[in-house]
């Protein structure tokens, strides 16, 4: 008898640990949006959190700000000899810029980065947890951001917004293998872009694997690699990373690319939200 | 048990502070991974003068917060700090009350947390993580953790001495 009432008892807890695991997979979704409860607990949770945060971020600000007045002369003489040539630059841009309208408009291309705007925004905490590939921005809803935003950073391409409260939003970086999976990108050889998928990233040495590129080319160490625009979700051109290495896959049909992240994500404290003009 | 409420919030925010500060690439992790609301969890368990239902709700309450306001994995860190607590509770039945075993079952504590991590995530497929960065990530997050769970027993016995705060080993 006794024998019997220990087996149900595994058997609730198995059968208990499956549901479970079930609700789970339901519940820790990137795709599923937070419920308004979570909204403002997230919010309220983080206002308290930047407050307490101030004081911190008083106090690193200040010593960024002298670890840059160290380098500020030298980077001023640099400027000065730069300014003299902006406006001949400038001039040369602006003409640039009206050659691309026109290309563009014969070529009905409308998925580059001059269709969007950017929202600047900062980082108030990073991938703790470490499993998770998140970090939390003070901008959200609120601030016109929506789910599956591009983010990036003046060195490249960051990641995604997958979940936005009102005043604050989660990216999900592009070293997280879940999402990396979907951005289709370019790497440039000779002047054009060879397509490819960036499948994976090895932790330990911290590159990005490109796979399915089927041409068969000298991939260059150094070659930039950007997105394509192809998906829409990423814009084209968006900085990505170079080239480290290339090699044959398992079965020697396609190539698998190494690229090192233009971006160093651990110095990741201000991003920008590329976001869809009008 | 309000000390450790104390502790555990500060623990809490510091966790969220230092992941700005500290590097969190895989490459670059090295022994500074903070996990300071786990290590908490373990050395605050005696100021709850073994009132474990008061226990289980501090457990219940962070793991909550861990997962709303840091890593938008509800309810799966809240469960997990549930068990955490349980098998805090079970270790402290267990182990006589000492530096050595506090840091042991800081040990025990924070392997289990990744674990349970490992397992669970990749089962419901959130993400893929491989046994061999689960064991690298523990053990070279160990060092940094420890220090803490034993600056913070220091601390604490410095301010329950001084205060005559109760606490049962």
Not at chain 1, 79 to 91: D, F, G, M, P, T
Not at chain 1, 235 to 247: D, E, F, W
């Amino acid at each position: 008898m006794r024998k019997l009432e220990i087996k149900y008892i595994y058997l609730i807890i198995l059968l208990l640990s499956i549901i479970g695991l079930g609700v789970f997979s339901l519940l820790i979704n990137d795709k599923r949006e937070l419920t308004f409860l979570e909204k403002a607990l997230k919010d309220s949770g983080l206002a308290v959190y930047k407050v307490i945060y101030l004081p911190f971020n008083f106090v690193s600000d200040k010593m960024a700000q002298y670890r840059e007045i160290e380098t500020v002369y030298k980077e001023n003489k640099l400027l000065k000899a730069k300014v003299n040539r902006y406006h001949l630059l400038q001039a040369t841009n602006n003409q640039l810029n009206r050659d691309l309208q026109a290309l563009k408009e014969i070529l009905h291309l409308n998925n580059t980065l001059t269709e969007y705007e950017l929202i600047n925004a900062t980082v108030i905490s990073r991938n703790v947890g470490y499993w998770y590939n998140n970090v939390t921005i003070n901008k959200g809803s609120r601030h016109g951001v929506k789910n599956d935003m591009a983010v990036i950073t003046n060195q490249g391409l960051v990641g995604k917004i997958i979940k936005t409260s009102y005043y604050n939003s989660d990216i999900k970086l592009i070293t997280n293998d879940d999402l990396n999976s979907m951005i289709s990108v370019g790497i440039e050889v000779d002047n054009r872009l060879i397509q490819g998928l960036l499948r994976g990233y090895n932790r330990s040495n911290n590159y990005l694997i490109i796979e399915g590129v089927v041409e068969n080319v000298t991939f260059l160490k150094g070659g930039q690699v950007v997105t394509t625009g192809l998906g829409g979700v990423f814009p084209s051109g968006i900085l990505v990373g170079t080239v480290m290495g290339a090699k044959d896959d398992e079965y020697g049909l396609t190539k698998k690319v190494m690229i090192k992240p233009a971006v160093d994500f651990n110095n990741l404290s201000f991003v920008s939200i590329v976001k869809r003009k009008g | 048990m309000k000390i450790g409420m104390i502790v555990l919030v500060i623990s809490f925010l510091l966790d969220g502070f230092l992941s700005l500060w500290l590097p969190f690439q895989f490459n670059r992790l090295f022994i500074l991974k903070a996990m300071f609301t786990i290590t908490t969890l373990v050395v605050i368990y005696p100021y709850f003068n073994h009132k474990n239902s008061r226990f289980y709700q501090a457990g219940l309450l962070f793991g909550f917060l861990y997962d709303i306001i840091y890593t938008n994995t509800w309810p799966f860190n809240t469960l997990v700090f549930l068990l955490l607590c349980y098998l805090i509770i079970v270790l402290n039945y267990l182990l006589v009350s000492n530096m050595i075993n506090l840091l042991i079952m800081q040990m025990v504590v924070l392997v289990s947390y990744e674990l349970l991590s490992f397992l669970i995530l990749n089962i419901i497929g959130y993400t893929t993580i491989y046994l061999s960065d689960v064991i690298f990530k523990a053990t070279h997050s160990l060092l940094l953790n420890l220090f803490y769970g034993w600056l913070l027993l220091m601390v604490l016995n410095l301010i329950s001495d001084k205060y005559k705060i109760k606490r049962l080993d």
